[in-house]
């Protein structure tokens, strides 16, 4: 039986550090490949499409387009540079023959280049480097270059993987070169990106396969539309797949097969599904009416239901407990609050999270969530919280797992790149964390780049400590680089906090009393219950404070005299600030209007009575 080149198609992912500029790449790719009309008003980033991913300018969900390049069709696959949602590029990687590895041309290859380009390279995928952002005044491309080469060569990337093209780019002055020569004449008059497009035709491998075969198509990621419900994306390997037509779906998870239609199909165009007929080997299509289909499955005829291998995804490395919500103020704010509400969203959500896990525990209030990292948890509970779900969650915890009798926790690779006069106390403060400096570069204009080895456990609470020693100059970045025999009891800086006395509105007296103790994170007229945490101590001591408490009124002009009194602003704090403030005997209570922090036993009797049993 023939295996065929499908010579038109290309697919590839874009894989890169955080904001190393993919999106924008993938936004003057559609460009200029004529995918938009001429008038039609596109946004920047247009890949970035949800609410968050749009606040916050990351890309958080891998994402796949197509564009039609002479005669050729690329299949794109966009992916998020972050850490924490390195389980997205993972799995997209099974759908593309090639990644265009982006890096910037004044970074050079960062914490998470390295985990993406291994992954690219274990995959034996073929790679273009796209030295972007060479516009930028400090780039220095052929620097980074260097430190590419040598990426690979310490990834143990073979011959041919080695003999890489490279591309510079601005992506976003939308254009492209492989002469580094050429530089300054793109500066002084830009250009586009045919050279681009070109490295693509020219290096990255165009699918191959047995169309006469019977059909496979691996489910590599899924989608839903509130007309057509729940879609599944992936790639033909094998055979061709039509519309109508049955098919068996062979479980990822347990390995059984059920049979479904093909209700609809769907190619990718520019931003756009359009309806197609039939797709062949190579092609990355949308698969409409298959209501219980998951990530990893393997679509195939039913006469001859054979899976496909799917990848080992990095397993999760923090933990944190999603309980109902029992504060006096639980129903108030949110639509969804009920253990079964909780349950069900937390199990949808792991159907497409690929790198996400879920533990029932003891309680039916309260499920452990396994994510790789707190921002890949936190952007869960915000997305929860705006679809209308309240809950609480605790103070995330790394996962240590038993190696042969050896307890094993996730150690991280950190880069900081600290202006010079800060690098002793980041020392210091990495040092009191179990950090390991395993490299320093010299002093670069100003800066001073350093790497650590650090367990997972010592950066939980450490951005805000980073931010605060550095006078938020200082850049970090992390990616997991394995699990490591555990490194000992840490010691953070202590602080505490203080609690809401009883039940009621805050006061400007009382709040103006409390705030001699520490700082506050309400203002006056906030409805607050006992045991509801309301500002930090900067002791190591939790202060109950009377907020509610009125100035007793001795006479009319008395009673206005509150006003007098002066309040410093209430320090607000996002949710992944609060996660990092958490200790363990508190939770934050999380609700679609509000994020409050509150002490796990709310009494203060309770709590005292727990402290003087600790202390005897
Ligand atoms: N100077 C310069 N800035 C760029 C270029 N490309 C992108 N940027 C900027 O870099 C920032 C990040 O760009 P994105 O395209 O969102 O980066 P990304 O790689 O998709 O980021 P994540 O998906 O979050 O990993 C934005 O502020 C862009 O405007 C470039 O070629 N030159
Ligand atoms: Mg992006």
Redesign the pocket.
């Known amino acids: 039986m023939a295996s065929e080149r499908i010579e038109h198609l290309r697919n590839i992912a874009i894989i ?10 993938v936004d003057v790719m559609l460009r200029q490949s004529g995918t938009f009309r001429d008038n039609e008003q596109v946004a920047e ?1 247009v890949m ?1 499409s949800n609410d968050l991913e749009r606040e916050r ?3 958080i969900l891998a994402k796949n387009t197509a564009v039609q390049y002479e005669d050729l069709r690329i299949n794109i696959v ?1 992916t ?3 850490a924490d949602f390195g389980g997205e590029v993972e799995r997209v990687l099974k759908m593309v023959d090639g990644v265009l590895l ?1 890096v910037d041309a004044y970074d050079g290859p960062m914490p998470q280049t390295r985990f993406v380009l291994r992954k690219a390279l274990s995959m034996g995928l073929t790679s273009i480097v796209v030295i ?5 005044a400090d780039a220095r491309p052929a620097e980074v270059h260097d430190h590419i080469l040598e990426l690979f060569m310490e990834l143990g990337a073979t011959d041919t993987q080695l003999d890489f093209p490279v591309v510079y ?5 939308g254009y492209a070169f492989t002469d580094l020569d050429e530089l300054d004449e793109h500066l002084a008059h830009g250009g586009d990106l045919h050279p681009l497009f070109q490295a693509i035709r020219d290096h990255i491998p165009c699918p191959v396969g047995d169309e006469s075969m019977p059909l496979q198509m691996l489910v590599s990621n899924l989608d839903y539309d509130s007309y057509i419900g729940r879609i599944a994306v992936g790639r033909v390997e094998r055979g061709s797949i039509r519309m109508g037509m049955q098919a068996a779906v062979v479980s990822f998870a347990d390995g059984t097969h059920s049979t479904a239609r093909v209700a609809k199909l769907f190619r990718f165009e520019g931003l756009h599904r359009t309806e197609t007929d039939s797709a062949s080997v190579g092609e990355i299509v949308c698969v409409a009416g298959i209501p219980d289909i998951n990530i990893g499955d393997t679509i195939c005829p039913t006469d001859a239901p054979e899976a496909l291998p799917f990848i080992d995804i990095d397993e999760p490395t923090i933990a944190m407990t999603f309980s109902v919500n029992d504060s006096p103020f639980a129903g108030r704010e949110g639509r969804f609050v009920t253990s079964r509400h909780l349950r069900d969203r937390l199990f949808k959500e792991m159907e497409t999270n690929v790198s996400m896990r879920l533990e029932e525990t003891a309680t039916p209030d309260a499920f452990v969530v396994k994510g790789r990292g707190e921002l890949h948890l936190s952007i869960l509970i915000e997305t929860m919280r705006r679809q209308g779900y309240e809950f609480q969650v605790s103070k995330p915890r790394v996962i240590v797992k038993e190696v042969e009798g050896v307890a094993m926790e996730p150690v991280e690779l950190l880069l900081v790149d600290v202006p010079e006069p800060f690098v002793g106390v980041v020392m210091q403060g990495l040092g009191s964390r179990k950090a390991e400096l395993v490299n320093m570069l010299p002093p670069e204009k100003g800066y001073v780049r350093l790497e650590f080895k650090i367990p997972s456990r010592g950066l939980i609470g450490y951005r805000s400590e980073f931010l605060t020693d550095t006078k938020g100059n200082g850049i970090m970045n992390t990616v997991v680089s394995g699990f490591e025999p555990w490194k000992g009891e840490i010691e953070t800086r202590p602080h505490g906090v203080l609690v809401a006395w009883e039940d009621g509105d805050s006061v400007t007296y009382g709040l103006y009393n409390a705030q001699e103790r520490g700082n506050l994170f309400i203002g006056a007229g906030v409805p607050v219950y006992e045991g509801m945490i309301v500002g930090e101590c900067p002791r190591d001591e939790d202060i109950v404070v009377n907020i509610c408490k009125k100035k007793h009124v001795t006479n009319m002009r008395a009673s206005g005299s509150d006003d007098a009194l002066r309040l410093v602003p209430p320090k607000l704090m996002s949710l992944e600030q609060c996660l990092e403030f958490l200790s363990d005997d508190e939770l934050v209570e999380v609700t679609p209007k509000t994020i409050r922090l509150r002490k796990r036993i709310l009494s203060t009797e309770q709590r005292a009575k727990l402290r003087s049993r600790k202390d005897t």
């Open positions: 890169a550090h955080v904001d190393h500029g993919k999106t924008t790449l980033r970035d300018g990351i890309t966009d998020p540079g972050h982006l972007n952002k060479v516009d930028r780019a601005s992506s976003r002055e």
